[in-house]
């Protein structure tokens, strides 16, 4: 908290697309993440990495996307995280500096609302439903106005 809001420097809300980390409930901090949740990820680098502990979710760069894993294991001598979709099967081992974050929430619920309003028809239907509405409030001060000036007759 920062002077009591919230302090996102160094977070970033991200979609969750996929179902790798949705297997049920653990007993860890962060316990699952289904499919369309929004995950905060506290970006980390350098000594924050050290941080890190078996059980964590970190999320790092595979390629042109995110990926967010449990910690399952570290091998400290090689520099890696042994990382785990608690959803799949197999294992990836990934060095240290390339883990850019560790998730620290997740919010299910607005995660379903972040992915609705990505949606282009959605964003189509709320446009024309905030048009009508606009459309409708204007012809009713319209009506409103010359009622007025029929009364002031």
Do not use: Q, W
Not at 44 to 60: N, P
């Amino acid at each position: 908290m920062n002077g009591g809001s919230l302090d996102m420097e160094d977070r970033e809300l991200v979609l969750v697309v996929t179902g790798s980390m949705d297997a049920g409930d653990t007993d860890f901090e962060i316990s699952t993440i289904p499919e369309d949740s929004l995950a905060m990820v506290h970006r980390i680098s350098g000594d924050d990495l050290l941080g890190i502990s078996v059980g964590d979710v970190v999320a790092y760069d595979l390629g042109s996307i995110e990926v967010m894993h449990r910690v399952v294991d570290i091998d400290s001598d090689a520099k890696l995280f042994v990382l785990k979709g608690d959803a799949n099967v197999s294992e990836e081992a990934v060095p240290f500096d390339a883990v850019t974050g560790k998730v620290v929430g997740v919010n299910h619920a607005l995660g379903e609302v972040a992915s609705l309003a990505k949606a282009k028809s959605v964003l189509l239907i709320m446009a024309v439903a905030c048009l009508a509405v606009m459309l409708y409030s204007i012809r009713e001060v319209v009506c409103f106005y010359r009622k007025e000036e029929s009364n002031e007759r």
